[in-house]
Every structure is written in structure tokens, then in C-alpha cells.
């Protein structure tokens, strides 16, 4: 069995910088894309970020130049720093991660985390 589990988070003031960290666990072989959703009320959830095992990032271009996403594969952890962070910025944010169990490739999410950004 395969686990996400985000910490970070919370409430900050525009401009701030917050952290999310999530970590993999379980039976794992191998960790391929990891990366950051996120879902605003009443909207979709969205791409914020991902990184492949070989540290190729892709960022959403609301986040560009302001988040950086980063990995330890050793460690089958994601981090995301957001800078300078907005009011729109405000929503649950996902950890997720392309995981191989064995030989069969899953698509897992974590529990969720609330960023809430005051104007």
C-alpha cells in the first residue's frame, strides 16, 4: 500500500512565503513524476507544478517566477516553496505522484492541504 502525506500549509498574508511537503511511502519501486494541484472552491483542480526523477520541472504560468518545486528521490519526497503569494493563490493543494508498485505504474494523490492567502 502506497501513502502521500502532505504537511505545510496554513494561513499567510499576501507577499508572504509558505512550504508543502509531502512524502511517499509504502511499496515502492520506483517514483516517476511528482508534483502540486490545487482546487479553488468551485472550481477545477489545476496544475501548479511537477518535477520528473531527473529534475525536470514544469510550473503553471500563474506561478511562474513565484513557486519552485523540488525532489529527494532518496527520500521519495516533493517540496514546493511559494513566494510572493497571492489572494488568488488561496485553495486545498494536492501532492501527487506517478508511483510504480511492483511492475504497474498508479497515479496517487495525498490528502490535501489548505493554503488561505489574506488580502
Known amino acids: 500500500q502506497v501513502q502521500l502525506v502532505e504537511s505545510g500549509g496554513g494561513l499567510v498574508q499576501a507577499g508572504g512565503s509558505l512550504g508543502l511537503f509531502c512524502a511517499a511511502s509504502?511499496?515502492?519501486?520506483?517514483?516517476?513524476?511528482m508534483g502540486w494541484y490545487r482546487q479553488a472552491p468551485g472550481k477545477q483542480r489545476e496544475l501548479v507544478a511537477t518535477?520528473?526523477?531527473?529534475?525536470?520541472?514544469n510550473y503553471a504560468d500563474s506561478v511562474k517566477g513565484r513557486f519552485t518545486i523540488s525532489r529527494d528521490n532518496a527520500k521519495n519526497t516533493v517540496f514546493l516553496q511559494m513566494n510572493s503569494l497571492k489572494p488568488e493563490d488561496t485553495a486545498v493543494y494536492y501532492c501527487?505522484?506517478?508511483?510504480?508498485?511492483?511492475?504497474?505504474?498508479?497515479?496517487?494523490w495525498g490528502q490535501g492541504t489548505q493554503v488561505t492567502v489574506s488580502s
Open positions: 501527487n505522484a506517478k508511483i510504480v508498485v511492483i511492475t504497474t505504474l498508479r497515479n496517487y
Open positions: 509504502g511499496s515502492i519501486s520506483s517514483v516517476n513524476t
Open positions: 518535477i520528473t526523477s531527473d529534475g525536470s520541472t
